[in-house]
C-alpha cells in the first residue's frame, strides 16, 4: 500500500533541468540579442537628406550714413557734476528690478539675475476704472520664482493707469480728483499688501493732466498714512526731465521717487539717442538740486527704438511733420539686426548711446538708437557721486546682460572691468513668417573693446568685435490663400479612419503628426494615409515633452518612431512637431530646446497658430466657428496650419465638425494644402525614400514585429483574463446558489449506534497541537471510533503528548515509524484501521463535536465512496491569516459548492475528509507519487465511478499559516501538488465516461489554477502599466490629456473586482459563520495575496519543468487555532 516513490515530474538525471536551461539559455540569448541589435538601431539617428528653404529675411547695412551722422560735441564733459559728496549712508545704491509677467523674456530675466535684486517691482496692480477698484494679474510662476530667491528681495508691485499699451489719463485724472475713490483704492491696496505680504507699491500713472498732477500727491499723501505704519513704503515714478511734474512735491509726498531715465527720444518722436549722456547729465544736475539723491531712484532704460525713415527724409521727420514710425526693440533685437545687415555700430561720441543704420528686404531704411552696459556704466559712474537711493532697470528682459555686473556695487566702485565680454542672450528672436520653424541662431558670446576717457572714466567709445546672439528662429510657409489641416495623436483605430473617409471624400489634403506607439498599434492606417497623399510627420514615440526630458530619451523617441516609419513605408519622415509645442512662437529656451534637438536630427519643426481646442471636446459647430474666427481675424500673426486631432481621446466632435470646416474655408477663397506645401517641398522632400541598410531594416522589422506582438498578446490576455474570470464567477456562483436550492442533506446518521470510524491523524513534529485535536476527536458525537495517531518519526515530543495526554484511553492508538512521508504513514494507518469508514485530518485541524457524525451520514447512499467537508481558517490573527480566512470561503468553499452541485468534487481535504476504506483499499491507498494525496485520491475516486459528496456543515478549523514565509511554503507544496494530479489524470480530461469531472473541473483547473495564474502576473502588469501611463499623462501633460483610455481599462477592472467582491458576498452569505468582519479585505487581497498565490504557481511550473523533486515541507505549528462554539 506504500504506492509509487517515484513523484510525477521528477527525474532524478537531471536531464531534463539540463536541457531546459540549454533551450531556455540559447532562446534568451538570441532574443536578447535581437533586442539588443535592435534598440542599437534606436541608438543612431536616421541620415535625412538636406533641404534648402527660401531665406526669410535680408538686410543691408548703411555704413556711410551712420558714419555722417557723428558730429562730436563732447558736451557731457561741460556737465557739473555734485561739489562734495553726500553724508554717511549706505554702503552701496539698492538694486531694483522692473518686471513684466507677460514677456517670456523679462520672466526668464527674473529666473537668473533675481539674486541680484533688493527690489523686485513687478507691474501687477492694474486701476479697474475710477472708483478705487484694482486688478491683480495673475502671476503664479512670477510669484513662486521671488518667493524662492534665497535672497529674499522685497517685493513692491506697480500700480499702473495702462490698459491695451496705453496710459489711460482720463481715468487716473477722475481717480485722484475724486476723495471716495482714492481712499477705497488706498484700502484695497492695503488688503492686498497684508495678503501677499508686499513691501509696498510703486504708483506709475502717466498721461496725467495738470489737474491730475495737482492731485496725486494727495493720493500718495494718504497710501503712505495707511502702508508706513505696516512697515510698507511708497514710491512714486516720475519723467527724468520733469515735464511739468511737481518732482519735489512727489518725493515729499512718498518715500521715494523713482526718476525714469529714459526715453530722451521715443517711438513717435524723431530718431535719436534714448538717454544721451549729455541729455542725462544735465537733467540730474536739475533733478538733484532740488530733490534729496538719498530717496530718490534712478531709472535706467535697457532698451532701444528702432525707426524706419521717411522715404528722402534723413533727419527723421516725414513730409507734413508727422513722426516717423518707431518700434521698441530689445539689446539682443538690435545685436540681430546690426549683424542680421553687416552693419558696423557706432557710439555717438556726443550721446555716448550705441546706434546704426540699415534696409530691410522691402528696401526700407532704418535708424536703431539703443541702451546697452556701457551706457548703464557711463549713468552709474557719474551718479554715484550723488548716492543715490539706488538704480531700477526699465525693464527687465530687454537689457544688455553685461549691466548685472555693474549694478549692486558699493558707490564710487562701478567697474567696466568685465564689460568687454557680453553674455549670451537667452531672449528668441524671429525672422519671416510663417510656421515652419529653423533655428539659425544658438546663444553665443559676444566681445567688445572699450575706449575710456582718461578724464571722467567714462567709456567714451566701443567696438563690438563679434555681436553676441541670442535665439534666432527663421519662420517659413506664409502664403497667402494656402491652408493645411494637421492632425495630432493618431493613428487611432476609432477616429483617424473616419477622418481619412471624409478627407478623401472632399478630396483635400492634411498631415498627420503621429505617435510611434499608436502607429505600431495600426500600421495599415499610417500606410493608408502616406497612400492618400496625405504628409506624415513626427510626434514622437510617447508624447513626452521633450524639453523636460534627457536629450538621449528625445533621440530615442524621434529615432524609434522614425524607424518604424521606415519599416511600415519604406519612407522617411522629415516633418516634427513637437508635443506641447503650444504655437509657431516659442519664447523660452525651455520652449526653443525641441526644435534645437529636432533640428540637429535633421528634422523640420511645423508650430501652429490656429488651435480651436478640439482636444476639449467642444461642439463641432464650435471647432468650425473657431478655425474660422482666426483665420477671418488674423490680427497682428496670421495662420495658415490648423490643429486638429484624431486620437487622445474621443474625437467624435472633430470628425463631425471636418466636412463643415472643410467647405466653410474653401467657401472662403482658400485652398487646401499639406505642410510640406506650405514650406515649398516636394513629396520627396517631406517623405524621402529611406535608403537604410537592408539588414538595420530586418532587425528594426523583427524588433518592432515582437514589441507590437508582445503588446498585441498582453492586451489579449488582459481582456480574456477578465472576460474568463468574470465569466467562472458568474458560473461558480449560478451552480452554489443552484446546489444550496436544491441539494439535498442526508438524515443524521445513529451516531450512538453507527459503525466504526477509524480516525487517521498523521504527525510529523506536532507536540504542540497533536493533543488538542485528538481531544477535539475523542469529544465527537460519534461513539463508535477508533483514534489512530501515525508518528512518522518526530523528532520532538509529539509521542510523549500523546501518551502523557491520551495514553490510558483505549481508543487512542499511537503508531510510531520511521519517517517516511504522509502517504506512507497513512497507508500504514489503513493496515491496522479497524472501521467500515475512514475519517482523515491534519494535526493540527480541530473538530467539532458534530462534525464526523455529519460527514458519516452521506455514506447512507451506497454510491457515495467520499465526502469533503468544509475547512474554516481557525486562527484568524493578522493580515496574511484572515487572506486565507476569506479564499477559504469565498474560492474554496464556493467553488467546492459549485463543483458538487455538478458531482465533481476535486478534492477532499486533508484536513477533514470520510472515506469508504473498501474504497482506499480499491483504489491502493493514498498515492505516494504526488504532494497533493487528497486531491489525487479525489479524482481517482471518481474515474473508478465512484461520487464524491460535499457537506459545508461538516466543519473543521485549522490553523493557516501566519507569516508569508509559511504561506508561501504550504502554497507551493498544494499548487505543485495540483500540477502533479492534473497531469497523472490527463486521460480524465474531456473524457465522456466522467464529463463533470472531465469537461468542467479538470479544465478550470487548467485555465483558472495553472494557465491564467501563470500569466497573471503580465495581465497586473498592463493595468498597472495603464495606471502609471494614465497618471504620467496627467501630470506631465494635463492639458492635452485625456482620461478615456485609463478610464476603459479601470472601469473593465473595477468591473471584475465588482464581480469577484460580489462572488465573495455571496460565498460569505452561503457560510453561516462565515468572517464578515474580513470582507473588507477583500479587494486589498487582489493586490498583494493574490501576487503571491501567481508566484508560487509560476514556481510550480518552472519546477515541474526542470524535473526537480520537492519534499512534503514542515510548517511549523503555534497551536493558534481555535473552535467555534456549535461548530
Same mark, same amino acid.
Given at each position: 500500500?506504500?504506492?509509487?516513490?517515484?513523484?510525477?515530474?521528477?527525474?532524478?538525471?537531471?536531464?531534463?533541468?539540463?536541457?531546459?536551461?540549454?533551450?531556455?539559455?540559447?532562446?534568451?540569448?538570441?532574443?536578447?540579442?535581437?533586442?539588443?541589435?535592435?534598440?542599437?538601431?534606436?541608438?543612431?539617428?536616421?541620415?535625412?537628406?538636406?533641404?534648402?528653404?527660401?531665406?526669410?529675411?535680408?538686410?543691408?547695412?548703411?555704413?556711410?550714413?551712420?558714419?555722417?551722422?557723428?558730429?562730436?560735441?563732447?558736451?557731457?564733459?561741460?556737465?557739473?557734476?555734485?561739489?562734495?559728496?553726500?553724508?554717511?549712508?549706505?554702503?552701496?545704491?539698492?538694486?531694483?528690478?522692473?518686471?513684466?509677467?507677460?514677456?517670456?523674456?523679462?520672466?526668464?530675466?527674473?529666473?537668473?539675475?533675481?539674486?541680484?535684486?533688493?527690489?523686485?517691482?513687478?507691474?501687477?496692480?492694474?486701476?479697474?476704472?475710477?472708483?478705487?477698484?484694482?486688478?491683480?494679474?495673475?502671476?503664479?510662476?512670477?510669484?513662486?520664482?521671488?518667493?524662492?530667491?534665497?535672497?529674499?528681495?522685497?517685493?513692491?508691485?506697480?500700480?499702473?493707469?495702462?490698459?491695451?499699451?496705453?496710459?489711460?489719463?482720463?481715468?487716473?485724472?477722475?481717480?485722484?480728483?475724486?476723495?471716495?475713490?482714492?481712499?477705497?483704492?488706498?484700502?484695497?491696496?492695503?488688503?492686498?499688501?497684508?495678503?501677499?505680504?508686499?513691501?509696498?507699491?510703486?504708483?506709475?500713472?502717466?498721461?496725467?493732466?495738470?489737474?491730475? $498732477? @495737482?492731485?496725486?500727491?494727495?493720493? *500718495? &499723501?494718504? /497710501? !503712505? %498714512?495707511? =502702508?508706513?505704519?505696516?512697515?510698507?513704503?511708497?514710491?512714486?515714478?516720475?519723467?527724468?526731465?520733469?515735464?511739468?511734474?511737481?518732482?519735489?512735491?512727489?518725493?515729499?509726498?512718498?518715500?521715494?521717487?523713482?526718476?525714469?531715465?529714459?526715453?530722451?527720444?521715443?517711438?513717435?518722436?524723431?530718431?535719436?539717442?534714448?538717454?544721451?549722456?549729455?541729455?542725462?547729465?544735465?537733467? $540730474? @544736475?536739475?533733478?538733484?538740486?532740488? *530733490? &534729496?539723491? /538719498? !530717496? %530718490?531712484? =534712478?531709472?535706467?532704460?535697457?532698451?532701444?527704438?528702432?525707426?524706419?525713415?521717411?522715404?528722402?527724409?534723413?533727419?527723421?521727420?516725414?513730409?507734413?511733420?508727422?513722426?516717423?514710425?518707431?518700434?521698441?526693440?530689445?539689446?539682443?533685437?538690435?545685436?540681430?539686426?546690426?549683424?542680421?545687415?553687416?552693419?558696423?555700430?557706432?557710439?555717438?561720441?556726443?550721446?555716448?548711446?550705441?546706434?546704426?543704420?540699415?534696409?530691410?528686404?522691402?528696401?526700407?531704411?532704418?535708424?536703431?538708437?539703443?541702451?546697452?552696459?556701457?551706457?548703464?556704466?557711463?549713468?552709474?559712474?557719474?551718479?554715484?557721486?550723488?548716492?543715490?537711493?539706488?538704480?531700477?532697470?526699465?525693464?527687465?528682459?530687454?537689457?544688455?546682460?553685461?549691466?548685472?555686473?555693474?549694478?549692486?556695487?558699493?558707490?564710487?566702485?562701478?567697474?567696466?572691468?568685465?564689460?568687454?565680454?557680453?553674455?549670451?542672450?537667452?531672449?528668441?528672436?524671429?525672422?519671416?513668417?510663417?510656421?515652419?520653424?529653423?533655428?539659425?541662431?544658438?546663444?553665443?558670446?559676444?566681445?567688445?573693446?572699450?575706449?575710456?576717457?582718461?578724464?571722467?572714466?567714462?567709456?567714451?567709445?566701443?567696438?563690438?568685435?563679434?555681436?553676441?546672439?541670442?535665439?534666432?528662429?527663421?519662420?517659413?510657409?506664409?502664403?497667402?490663400?494656402?491652408?493645411?489641416?494637421?492632425?495630432?495623436?493618431?493613428?487611432?483605430?476609432?477616429?483617424?479612419?473616419?477622418?481619412?473617409?471624409?478627407?478623401?471624400?472632399?478630396?483635400?489634403?492634411?498631415?498627420?503628426?503621429?505617435?510611434?506607439?499608436?502607429?505600431?498599434?495600426?500600421?495599415?492606417?499610417?500606410?493608408?494615409?502616406?497612400?492618400?497623399?496625405?504628409?506624415?510627420?513626427?510626434?514622437?514615440?510617447?508624447?513626452?515633452?521633450?524639453?523636460?526630458?534627457?536629450?538621449?530619451?528625445?533621440?530615442?523617441?524621434?529615432?524609434?518612431?522614425?524607424?518604424?516609419?521606415?519599416?511600415?513605408?519604406?519612407?522617411?519622415?522629415?516633418?516634427?512637431?513637437?508635443?506641447?509645442?503650444?504655437?509657431?512662437?516659442?519664447?523660452?529656451?525651455?520652449?526653443?530646446?525641441?526644435?534645437?534637438?529636432?533640428?540637429?536630427?535633421?528634422?523640420?519643426?511645423?508650430?501652429?497658430?490656429?488651435?480651436?481646442?478640439?482636444?476639449?471636446?467642444?461642439?463641432?459647430?464650435?471647432?468650425?466657428?473657431?478655425?474660422?474666427?482666426?483665420?477671418?481675424?488674423?490680427?497682428?500673426?496670421?495662420?495658415?496650419?490648423?490643429?486638429?486631432?484624431?486620437?487622445?481621446?474621443?474625437?467624435?466632435?472633430?470628425?463631425?465638425?471636418?466636412?463643415?470646416?472643410?467647405?466653410?474655408?474653401?467657401?472662403?477663397?482658400?485652398?487646401?494644402?499639406?505642410?510640406?506645401?506650405?514650406?515649398?517641398?516636394?513629396?520627396?522632400?517631406?517623405?524621402?525614400?529611406?535608403?537604410?541598410?537592408?539588414?538595420?531594416?530586418?532587425?528594426?522589422?523583427?524588433?518592432?514585429?515582437?514589441?507590437?506582438?508582445?503588446?498585441?498578446?498582453?492586451?489579449?490576455?488582459?481582456?480574456?483574463?477578465?472576460?474568463?474570470?468574470?465569466?467562472?464567477?458568474?458560473?461558480?456562483?449560478?451552480?452554489?446558489?443552484?446546489?444550496?436550492?436544491?441539494?439535498?442533506?442526508?438524515?443524521?446518521?445513529?451516531?450512538?449506534?453507527?459503525?466504526?470510524?477509524?480516525?487517521?491523524?498523521?504527525?510529523?513534529?506536532?507536540?504542540?497541537?497533536?493533543?488538542?485535536?485528538?481531544?477535539?476527536?475523542?469529544?465527537?458525537?460519534?461513539?463508535?471510533?477508533?483514534?489512530?495517531?501515525?508518528?512518522?518519526?518526530?523528532?520532538?515530543?509529539?509521542?510523549?503528548?500523546?501518551?502523557?495526554?491520551?495514553?490510558?484511553?483505549?481508543?487512542?492508538?499511537?503508531?510510531?515509524?520511521?519517517?517516511?512521508?504522509?502517504?506512507?504513514?497513512?497507508?500504514?494507518?489503513?493496515?491496522?484501521?479497524?472501521?467500515?469508514?475512514?475519517?482523515?485530518?491534519?494535526?493540527?485541524?480541530?473538530?467539532?463535536?458534530?462534525?464526523?457524525?455529519?460527514?458519516?451520514?452521506?455514506?447512507?447512499?451506497?454510491?457515495?465512496?467520499?465526502?469533503?467537508?468544509?475547512?474554516?481558517?481557525?486562527?484568524?490573527?493578522?493580515?496574511?491569516?484572515?487572506?486565507?480566512?476569506?479564499?477559504?470561503?469565498?474560492?474554496?468553499?464556493?467553488?467546492?459548492?459549485?463543483?458538487?452541485?455538478?458531482?465533481?468534487?476535486?478534492?477532499?481535504?486533508?484536513?477533514?475528509?470520510?472515506?469508504?476504506?473498501?474504497?482506499?483499499?480499491?483504489?491502493?491507498?493514498?498515492?505516494?507519487?504526488?504532494?497533493?494525496?487528497?486531491?489525487?485520491?479525489?479524482?481517482?475516486?471518481?474515474?473508478?465511478?465512484?461520487?464524491?459528496?460535499?457537506?459545508?456543515?461538516?466543519?473543521?478549523?485549522?490553523?493557516?499559516?501566519?507569516?508569508?514565509?509559511?504561506?508561501?511554503?504550504?502554497?507551493?507544496?498544494?499548487?505543485?501538488?495540483?500540477?502533479?494530479?492534473?497531469?497523472?489524470?490527463?486521460?480524465?480530461?474531456?473524457?465522456?465516461?466522467?464529463?463533470?469531472?472531465?469537461?468542467?473541473?479538470?479544465?478550470?483547473?487548467?485555465?483558472?489554477?495553472?494557465?491564467?495564474?501563470?500569466?497573471?502576473?503580465?495581465?497586473?502588469?498592463?493595468?498597472?502599466?495603464?495606471?502609471?501611463?494614465?497618471?504620467?499623462?496627467?501630470?506631465?501633460?494635463?492639458?492635452?490629456?485625456?482620461?478615456?483610455?485609463?478610464?476603459?481599462?479601470?472601469?473593465?477592472?473595477?468591473?471584475?473586482?465588482?464581480?469577484?467582491?460580489?462572488?465573495?458576498?455571496?460565498?460569505?452569505?452561503?457560510?453561516?459563520?462565515?468572517?464578515?468582519?474580513?470582507?473588507?479585505?477583500?479587494?486589498?487581497?487582489?493586490?498583494?495575496?493574490?501576487?503571491?498565490?501567481?508566484?508560487?504557481?509560476?514556481?510550480?511550473?518552472?519546477?515541474?519543468?526542470?524535473?526537480?523533486?520537492?519534499?512534503?515541507?514542515?510548517?511549523?505549528?503555534?497551536?493558534?487555532?481555535?473552535?467555534?462554539?456549535?461548530?
Amino acid at each position: 500500500m506504500g504506492g509509487d516513490d517515484r513523484h510525477i515530474f521528477h527525474d532524478p538525471s537531471g536531464r531534463r533541468d539540463r536541457r531546459m536551461r540549454l533551450v531556455l539559455g540559447i532562446t534568451l540569448s538570441a532574443l536578447a540579442a535581437v533586442v539588443a541589435a535592435f534598440l542599437a538601431t534606436l541608438a543612431f539617428a536616421p541620415r535625412l537628406p538636406s533641404v534648402t528653404l527660401k531665406d526669410p529675411h535680408v538686410l543691408s547695412s548703411l555704413h556711410d550714413a551712420t558714419a555722417h551722422r557723428l558730429k562730436p560735441n563732447l558736451a557731457w564733459r561741460k556737465v557739473p557734476h555734485p561739489a562734495a559728496a553726500p553724508g554717511a549712508g549706505p554702503a552701496r545704491p539698492i538694486s531694483v528690478g522692473f518686471y513684466v509677467s507677460w514677456d517670456e523674456d523679462s520672466r526668464e530675466s527674473l529666473r537668473r539675475n533675481i539674486d541680484k535684486l533688493d527690489v523686485v517691482s513687478p507691474q501687477w496692480v492694474a486701476l479697474k476704472g475710477s472708483a478705487g477698484d484694482v486688478v491683480v494679474d495673475d502671476d503664479p510662476q512670477g510669484v513662486a520664482r521671488i518667493a524662492a530667491a534665497p535672497n529674499h528681495p522685497a517685493v513692491l508691485p506697480l500700480v499702473h493707469n495702462s490698459a491695451n499699451a496705453k496710459f489711460d489719463g482720463p481715468l487716473a485724472d477722475a481717480l485722484l480728483a475724486d476723495p471716495a475713490a482714492r481712499r477705497k483704492l488706498v484700502a484695497n491696496l492695503a488688503d492686498l499688501a497684508v495678503k501677499r505680504g508686499y513691501g509696498g507699491y510703486v504708483f506709475d500713472l502717466e498721461n496725467l493732466s495738470d489737474k491730475g $498732477l @495737482a492731485n496725486y500727491p494727495k493720493l *500718495l &499723501d494718504e /497710501a !503712505r %498714512a495707511v =502702508l508706513k505704519p505696516q512697515g510698507r513704503e511708497v514710491w512714486v515714478t516720475a519723467p527724468f526731465d520733469g515735464q511739468g511734474w511737481p518732482l519735489k512735491r512727489l518725493q515729499d509726498a512718498a518715500d521715494t521717487l523713482v526718476l525714469m531715465a529714459y526715453d530722451q527720444h521715443y517711438a513717435g518722436g524723431d530718431p535719436g539717442p534714448n538717454a544721451g549722456q549729455d541729455w542725462y547729465e544735465t537733467e $540730474l @544736475a536739475k533733478d538733484f538740486a532740488q *530733490l &534729496d539723491p /538719498a !530717496r %530718490a531712484i =534712478l531709472a535706467l532704460g535697457a532698451y532701444g527704438y528702432d525707426w524706419t525713415l521717411a522715404q528722402g527724409k534723413e533727419g527723421g521727420k516725414a513730409a507734413g511733420g508727422k513722426p516717423v514710425a518707431g518700434d521698441a526693440v530689445t539689446f539682443h533685437e538690435a545685436m540681430r539686426n546690426a549683424q542680421d545687415a553687416g552693419a558696423d555700430i557706432a557710439m555717438d561720441e556726443n550721446a555716448l548711446n550705441p546706434t546704426y543704420d540699415y534696409v530691410d528686404d522691402s528696401g526700407s531704411k532704418h535708424r536703431v538708437w539703443f541702451l546697452d552696459a556701457t551706457t548703464l556704466f557711463n549713468q552709474v559712474k557719474v551718479t554715484d557721486g550723488w548716492r543715490p537711493r539706488g538704480y531700477g532697470l526699465w525693464r527687465m528682459g530687454m537689457e544688455d546682460p553685461g549691466v548685472w555686473s555693474v549694478l549692486g556695487k558699493p558707490y564710487g566702485q562701478a567697474s567696466a572691468a568685465a564689460l568687454t565680454r557680453i553674455p549670451a542672450g537667452q531672449s528668441v528672436d524671429f525672422d519671416g513668417g510663417g510656421e515652419v520653424l529653423r533655428v539659425s541662431a544658438l546663444p553665443t558670446p559676444g566681445k567688445r573693446t572699450l575706449t575710456f576717457d582718461p578724464d571722467t572714466g567714462l567709456i567714451a567709445d566701443q567696438s563690438y568685435d563679434a555681436i553676441p546672439s541670442s535665439y534666432v528662429i527663421e519662420r517659413y510657409g506664409q502664403k497667402p490663400g494656402l491652408v493645411a489641416l494637421t492632425f495630432d495623436d493618431g493613428p487611432d483605430a476609432r477616429w483617424t479612419p473616419k477622418i481619412l473617409d471624409i478627407l478623401k471624400e472632399k478630396r483635400a489634403p492634411a498631415t498627420f503628426f503621429v505617435i510611434g506607439e499608436n502607429m505600431q498599434t495600426r500600421p495599415d492606417l499610417v500606410k493608408r494615409a502616406v497612400a492618400e497623399g496625405h504628409d506624415v510627420g513626427s510626434h514622437t514615440w510617447t508624447h513626452p515633452n521633450i524639453g523636460e526630458i534627457p536629450i538621449a530619451q528625445t533621440d530615442v523617441e524621434l529615432n524609434a518612431t522614425q524607424r518604424l516609419f521606415e519599416v511600415i513605408t519604406g519612407r522617411s519622415m522629415r516633418l516634427f512637431r513637437p508635443p506641447f509645442f503650444g504655437d509657431a512662437e516659442p519664447s523660452t529656451p525651455h520652449e526653443v530646446a525641441p526644435l534645437v534637438i529636432a533640428q540637429t536630427l535633421g528634422y523640420l519643426v511645423v508650430g501652429l497658430r490656429i488651435d480651436p481646442d478640439d482636444w476639449q471636446k467642444p461642439p463641432s459647430q464650435t471647432i468650425i466657428d473657431r478655425t474660422l474666427e482666426r483665420l477671418d481675424h488674423p490680427g497682428d500673426r496670421p495662420g495658415q496650419v490648423v490643429l486638429l486631432h484624431d486620437a487622445g481621446g474621443n474625437r467624435a466632435n472633430t470628425v463631425a465638425a471636418l466636412p463643415g470646416l472643410i467647405d466653410a474655408i474653401r467657401a472662403r477663397g482658400y485652398r487646401l494644402v499639406t505642410v510640406g506645401e506650405l514650406a515649398g517641398m516636394t513629396p520627396a522632400q517631406v517623405m524621402p525614400v529611406s535608403d537604410r541598410d537592408p539588414v538595420a531594416l530586418t532587425l528594426d522589422r523583427v524588433g518592432f514585429g515582437l514589441f507590437r506582438a508582445l503588446k498585441t498578446a498582453l492586451t489579449a490576455l488582459f481582456l480574456t483574463a477578465i472576460a474568463l474570470g468574470l465569466a467562472r464567477l458568474v458560473f461558480l456562483a449560478c451552480l452554489a446558489l443552484v446546489h444550496r436550492w436544491t441539494a439535498v442533506t442526508p438524515q443524521d446518521a445513529d451516531s450512538e449506534n453507527g459503525p466504526l470510524v477509524s480516525v487517521l491523524i498523521p504527525c510529523f513534529n506536532e507536540e504542540k497541537v497533536i493533543a488538542a485535536s485528538v481531544a477535539r476527536i475523542l469529544e465527537s458525537d460519534w461513539k463508535n471510533l477508533e483514534v489512530l495517531v501515525l508518528d512518522d518519526g518526530s523528532s520532538d515530543a509529539t509521542a510523549e503528548e500523546v501518551r502523557k495526554a491520551h495514553g490510558d484511553n483505549p481508543r487512542v492508538t499511537l503508531l510510531s515509524f520511521e519517517n517516511g512521508g504522509k502517504a506512507r504513514a497513512v497507508n500504514r494507518g489503513l493496515a491496522v484501521a479497524k472501521g467500515e469508514y475512514v475519517v482523515a485530518l491534519d494535526a493540527d485541524t480541530l473538530f467539532p463535536p458534530k462534525t464526523i457524525g455529519r460527514l458519516m451520514r452521506w455514506f447512507a447512499n451506497p454510491t457515495i465512496g467520499a465526502v469533503a467537508g468544509n475547512a474554516i481558517v481557525g486562527n484568524r490573527l493578522n493580515i496574511v491569516t484572515r487572506w486565507q480566512a476569506l479564499e477559504y470561503v469565498t474560492a474554496q468553499n464556493l467553488e467546492r459548492r459549485a463543483l458538487s452541485a455538478l458531482g465533481a468534487v476535486t478534492v477532499v481535504p486533508g484536513a477533514v475528509g470520510a472515506w469508504r476504506k473498501s474504497v482506499l483499499d480499491e483504489l491502493g491507498g493514498y498515492p505516494s507519487d504526488t504532494l497533493a494525496e487528497d486531491q489525487d485520491l479525489t479524482i481517482a475516486c471518481q474515474r473508478a465511478g465512484w461520487k464524491v459528496a460535499f457537506d459545508p456543515d461538516a466543519r473543521a478549523y485549522t490553523e493557516a499559516p501566519d507569516t508569508v514565509a509559511g504561506l508561501l511554503k504550504q502554497r507551493f507544496r498544494w499548487s505543485f501538488g495540483t500540477l502533479q494530479c492534473v497531469w497523472k489524470h490527463r486521460a480524465a480530461l474531456f473524457n465522456p465516461k466522467t464529463p463533470a469531472l472531465g469537461f468542467v473541473a479538470l479544465p478550470q483547473i487548467w485555465l483558472f489554477q495553472i494557465l491564467l495564474a501563470v500569466a497573471a502576473p503580465l495581465v497586473d502588469l498592463a493595468v498597472v502599466w495603464s495606471l502609471i501611463s494614465g497618471v504620467y499623462g496627467a501630470i506631465a501633460h494635463p492639458v492635452e490629456w485625456s482620461p478615456d483610455d485609463t478610464i476603459r481599462g479601470l472601469l473593465y477592472w473595477a468591473v471584475f473586482i465588482l464581480v469577484d467582491l460580489s462572488a465573495g458576498a455571496l460565498g460569505m452569505a452561503l457560510e453561516k459563520r462565515a468572517p464578515w468582519a474580513d470582507l473588507p479585505y477583500l479587494p486589498v487581497q487582489r493586490f498583494g495575496y493574490r501576487q503571491l498565490m501567481y508566484y508560487v504557481v509560476v514556481k510550480s511550473v518552472l519546477t515541474a519543468a526542470r524535473g526537480g523533486r520537492v519534499g512534503w515541507g514542515k510548517l511549523e505549528r503555534r497551536a493558534t487555532a481555535t473552535v467555534k462554539t456549535g461548530g
